[in-house]
């Protein structure tokens, strides 16, 4: 046992520094009061976003000619899936949940059917608070959208997102009395939208002192369930700005991006995120990211329909599959194989799984070294969400990216831009990474030991986008 001295994980002098902002104060407050225009925002986009899920879907597949101004299919694709996502992917890191506050539409859905006369107001049950049901739909949701195209084909888009937008509102129906049940507990973004957020440099910040002095009884409506009293970082946070001004308790302020991840103690560090983030985010989704550009999904593919033929097994080699399962549109020439469909799943469920465990295993040993408490893998693991947070954006960009292409716009310095921005995130988590583990007890052997260990899921997410952008 090292003779070292404790060193709390709250006294690095970074953290319990937060930036008093009167700015962001009357920004918070101005959102609280104006509540009734943020709901008519709301609704403008669902307006919106209703629109362009389905009527696309009703209409002829564009022809190759078709540009992004002069076609509803291929405008609605870019602004999904080449503005929206990875946007609202980077907001997360710049200012918190404010999409699932301010412009979500299933959150506004799901809301206000919970509020509706036909709600039934049922109590939450307890298998729908299990916290590992935004990994499994995170994953289902994107594996299932790689095999049927939702990247390009508006009748997948109405299934994925149209379904899950169903889904939110059936889901509010049923429970929540008024609240976002459905974001809490079961949207596929949720568990992502959460890790990304806890490098936002601005949230709400709650002075437990001056809520527990206050007089106040006025009661507070948070939708995605938050006890707000105890809330002390941007994950779980909508940042709608309901509570802003709260028993003179709750600000909108500025703090810095590293703050909820070197405060947050172990214990409130819960496993299923560090999985969300391990498994889903930097090993299935970079394995989505990867596949239609690996020579090994080639060999994979090739390899067994040879093997099927040689063995006078056609039944894979079928392309009857419906629409709504794989791939199926003949009249674009776009057609998956039974056996593309299962190399798909195979390939992403196997490389996810590789680069999850391989991270884990980093993470995992770099602990084992400090041996201290207060540093399980788990908390280690959150040091990825920035590297965690380029890969998600650069990864969703690039059909950003060849979507303009396809209309004509040259992209200078895209391989500068790309690998400037997972540098910036292979700095900061390295960064991160290392002041939780120099703020450990553990002697300078074993730190130095965790470190190298650390260089293990660094070197892995960095190297499978050298592959993918280099090799």
Known sequence: MSNSPQVSMTTIPLVDRTTPAPWLQRLGDAMQRNAAAIRTLQWLVVAGYAFMVVVPAFLPLPAESAGI??????????????????????????????????????????????????????????????????????????????????YEYPKAVLLILGGSTLAAIVVGLIYGRGKRVWCRHLCPASGVFALLAKVAPVHFRVDRAAWDSSTSRLPLDCAPLIDIRRMSGASACHACGRCSGHRQAVRLAARSPAQEILSTPANRVRSGEAVTLVFAVLGIASATFHWTVSPWFIRLKTGSAEWLIAHDQFLLLRDDAPWWLLTHYPE?????????????????????????????????????????????????????????????????????????????YALPWLQEIRTALLGLGWFASAWLGLRLIGATAGTWPRRVAASLCLSLPLGVVGGSWYQVFFV
């Open 69 to 150: 101004l002069d076609n509803l299919t291929r405008f609605a694709q870019f602004l999904f899936w080449g503005i929206w996502w990875p946007f609202v992917m980077l907001s997360m890191m710049l200012f918190g949940r404010l999409w699932c506050g301010v412009f979500c539409p299933e959150g506004a859905l799901s809301e206000w059917a919970s509020k509706s006369r036909f709600s039934l107001g049922r109590r939450v049950p307890r298998w729908l608070t299990w916290s590992g049901w935004p990994f499994i739909a995170f994953v289902i949701t994107t594996i299932f959208g790689q095999l049927v195209s939702v």
């Open 332 to 408: 674009a020439n776009d057609v998956f194989t039974w056996l593309d469909g299962i190399c798909i799943v195979a390939y992403i469920v196997g490389v996810g799984l590789l680069l999850g465990a391989a991270i884990w295993a980093g993470l995992a040993l770099a602990a084992r070294c400090v041996k201290d408490q207060r540093l399980p893998w788990r908390r280690l693991a959150m040091s990825l969400v920035p590297l965690a947070g380029a890969s998600v954006f650069v990864g969703l960009s690039m059909l950003t990216v060849t979507l303009l292409k396809a209309e004509g």
